[in-house]
């Protein structure tokens, strides 16, 4: 086991089993900001002049078309202002688009409905067939790996990709962002690179319950090949050519459409926010807090000391997770006690079954050496 370890600039530390210092003790993730991320990335008059040719080639394309754009709305703080720039900064018809995977906080509800009236835009809700949905959840949760939001990323990106091909929409705005993702979590805590199908396959096979007849997948190579080379669609980004601070963008959004702010990143999802502030702690060890906060450190926007004193304890009161850990357990279909049987199973990866991690890796690093992905990618 090796030494712990933490960085002595942001929070990262040696439960990234993987992770490297240099003599003065700051981590890889920051070296990476500081040398790849920041020279960049440009906030200023020349990200504003890229954001406008951006939207001007948009808009070109989409001429004669009901939408140029699409987003994937979760009522999260990144989509919700992505939504806000798009229409009011870049002025552009995106369609915006909700993938309902059946664990929709209230709050996330409200924030959609805000936003679709307050900017006047026009919602697609896909809903997710709950049976196969519940199916997959579980087989992942039996099959014990840290990385239990694969079912649900795999239903909001594949769903949004299936319906922007069906409907010949040109460009997918995203709003990945460098200012509060700029440290991505390594896969070890669950990180998965992509919606790998052999993965997903293996897993359902072995531990679903039923067929998945209407789930969608789109695998991760499909959208990074054929969908972008073959059918010529276009992942944009455009949180990172604007000014984007965490507490101004809520304060924006609140002043503007009475939008509700979460405690923390993905707390719009039920099952997230159980996973990533219980399951993933408690069974692994993992703390995706550390990237979350590390990321706002390194953008200015957090200091180090705030940051460790809020790590130093559960982002959810205990008697709120214990009664979110009945939720889970009921709405899967599972009594506690089974619930807490595959809680205390032995861990396993994603080595433990089949899939193409391999080939998603060689992806990883073409994308990083020809500048399209600036993060640590492992």
Avoid at 166 to 188: D, F, H, M, Q, W
Avoid at 199 to 216: E, M, Q, V
Wanted: charged share 30%; aromatic share 12%.
């Amino acid at each position: 086991m090796k030494n712990y370890k933490i960085c002595t600039r942001c929070i990262m530390d040696t439960s990234d089993p993987n992770i490297s210092f240099d003599g003065q003790g700051v981590c890889e993730y920051c070296k990476n900001f500081e040398n790849n991320i920041q020279p960049n990335w440009n906030t200023g008059a020349a990200g504003e002049a890229e954001l406008a040719k951006i939207a001007e080639k948009i808009k070109k394309d989409g001429q004669g078309r009901d939408y140029d754009c699409i987003i994937g709305l979760s009522g999260g703080l990144d989509s919700s202002y992505l939504a806000y720039v798009a229409k009011e900064k870049m002025g552009l018809r995106p369609l915006l688009f909700h993938v309902d995977a059946g664990w929709n906080t209230d709050q996330a509800v409200g924030n959609i409905e805000k936003l679709v009236d307050g900017l006047g835009l026009e919602l697609f809700t896909d809903v997710i067939n709950w049976e196969e949905m519940k199916s997959l959840q579980v087989a992942f949760l039996k099959a014990q790996v840290p990385d239990q939001d694969i079912p649900q990323d795999t239903a909001f990106f594949s769903g949004l990709y299936k319906f922007a091909k069906a409907n010949k929409i040109k460009y997918v705005l995203t709003g990945g962002n460098y200012s509060t993702e700029c440290c991505r979590e390594p896969e070890e805590w669950g990180a998965y690179p992509g919606i790998d199908t052999t993965l997903i396959n293996d897993i359902h096979g072995k531990f679903g319950s039923r067929k998945l007849k209407t789930f969608p997948l789109v695998d991760v190579l499909s959208y990074k090949i054929y969908y972008r080379y073959v059918l010529g669609m276009q992942v944009v980004r455009p949180l990172n050519h604007v000014p984007y601070v965490k507490r101004d963008a809520e304060d924006t959004l609140e002043r503007l459409f009475g939008w509700k702010r979460f405690q923390h990143k993905h707390h719009e999802s039920r099952f997230t926010r159980f996973y990533e502030d219980y399951w993933m702690p408690r069974k692994f060890g993992y703390e995706k807090r550390r990237a979350h906060f590390s990321s706002l450190i390194m953008t200015g926007q957090l200091t180090r000391e705030a940051a460790l004193e809020r790590i130093a304890k559960p982002e959810l009161d205990e008697n709120f997770l214990k009664s979110e850990f009945e939720y889970v357990a009921h709405k899967l279909d599972l009594t506690v006690p089974e619930l807490q049987g595959i809680f205390e199973g032995q861990n396993k990866t994603f080595h433990d079954y089949k899939n193409k991690r391999f080939l998603i890796g060689i992806g990883a690093r073409v994308l990083s050496a020809i500048g399209l992905e600036r993060r640590l990618f492992r």
